[in-house]
C-alpha cells in the first residue's frame, strides 16, 4: 500500500470509520487498479441518395434503346402490310447483312428487298403501338412473312410475347431506290439434308450456267443462293420463277 493511501485514525475521535473506510477504497483502485480501455466506435457510414452520389460511385443506367429521330409526322414513301415475327436471341454478335454486329438491344428489323438502312416505322395493326427501325439484315426467311424485329424492336410493338402480328410497314427514309437498281439474287431453303441443298446446286448451275450458285450453312439448316450476271433483279425474278423444290422455299432477296 503506498504510503499517501494509509488511513490513521486520529486521536480522541468516537467518530466511526465506515466513511473513512470507502474514501481509501477509492484511493486503492487510484493507486493499484487499472482503468478499462474503452474500444473506439467507428462512426456511422455515411449515405448519400443515388443523385448526390460522386460520379464514380453512381450505378450505371440500363441505356433505353433510341429509334432514329423521324417525326411521327414523316410521310411514308412506301407502304407494306404483313406479318411480322421476332428473331436474334441465337444470332447476338453475329454479323448481319450490313456488316455490322447483330445487337438485340437496338431498334432494328431484317427485310428481304428494302435497301440497307431503310428507316421504318412499323405499327401493329391490332394495338396501334409504334416503332421507328433501320433495316440492317436480310429475313426473315419463311413463307408469309415480311419483317423480323430486333427483341428491343418487338417489344416495342407487342410482338415479343405473341411472336407474330400483323403489321404495316412504312419506309420513311431509303439512301437508295426502291423500285430500281440494286443487287439482287435468289435464296432458297432451308434444308435439312446437305445432300439435298446439294443436289440442287448442281441442277442450278447446270441450268444457269451464267450464274454463280453458292451452298451454305445458315442458322436453320442448308440454303443455296443463286447470284444471276449483273446481280439483275429481272433475271433475278426469271430463276425465282422456274425454281421449285419439294423442300425448302425460294426467296427474292436485295443484297445491297
Not at 407494306?80 to 450490313?98: F, K
Not at 407487342?158 to 427514309?173: F, M, N, P, Q, S
Not at 429481272?234 to 422455299?249: F, I, K, S
Request: hydrophobic residues 35%.
Amino acid at each position: 500500500m503506498c504510503p499517501s493511501c494509509q488511513v490513521r485514525r486520529p486521536r480522541g475521535s468516537d467518530r466511526p470509520l465506515f466513511p473513512l473506510a470507502a474514501i481509501a477504497l477509492l484511493l486503492l483502485s487510484a493507486c493499484g487498479g487499472k482503468k478499462a480501455a474503452k474500444a473506439p466506435v467507428p462512426p456511422p457510414p455515411e449515405e448519400y441518395p443515388v443523385a448526390s452520389l460522386p460520379p464514380n460511385k453512381v450505378p450505371p443506367a440500363t441505356p433505353r434503346p433510341q429509334a432514329p429521330a423521324y417525326p411521327q409526322s414523316t410521310k411514308a414513301v412506301y407502304v407494306e402490310i404483313g406479318v411480322a415475327s421476332w428473331y436474334g436471341l441465337e444470332e447476338s454478335n453475329r454479323h448481319t447483312a450490313s456488316g455490322e454486329v447483330y445487337d438485340i438491344n437496338k431498334l432494328t428489323a431484317a427485310h428481304r428487298t428494302l435497301p440497307l438502312n431503310t428507316v421504318v416505322r412499323v405499327t401493329n395493326l391490332r394495338t396501334g403501338q409504334s416503332t421507328v427501325v433501320r433495316i440492317n439484315d436480310r429475313g426473315p426467311f419463311i413463307e408469309n412473312r415480311v419483317l423480323d424485329l430486333s427483341p428491343a424492336a418487338a417489344k416495342r410493338v407487342d410482338v415479343w410475347r405473341a411472336g407474330t402480328a400483323r403489321v404495316k410497314l412504312e419506309v420513311i427514309h431509303t439512301p437508295a431506290p426502291i423500285e430500281y437498281g440494286g443487287r439482287w439474287c435468289v435464296q432458297i431453303g432451308a434444308f435439312h439434308s446437305p445432300e439435298q441443298a446439294a443436289s440442287l446446286k448442281r441442277e442450278l448451275q447446270h441450268r444457269y450456267q451464267n450464274a454463280t450458285v453458292l451452298q451454305f450453312t445458315g442458322s436453320t439448316g442448308q440454303w443455296v443462293r443463286v447470284r444471276v450476271k449483273d446481280d439483275d433483279k429481272g433475271r433475278a425474278e426469271t430463276v425465282l420463277r422456274q425454281t421449285a423444290t419439294p423442300e425448302g422455299a425460294a426467296f427474292l432477296v436485295r443484297l445491297d
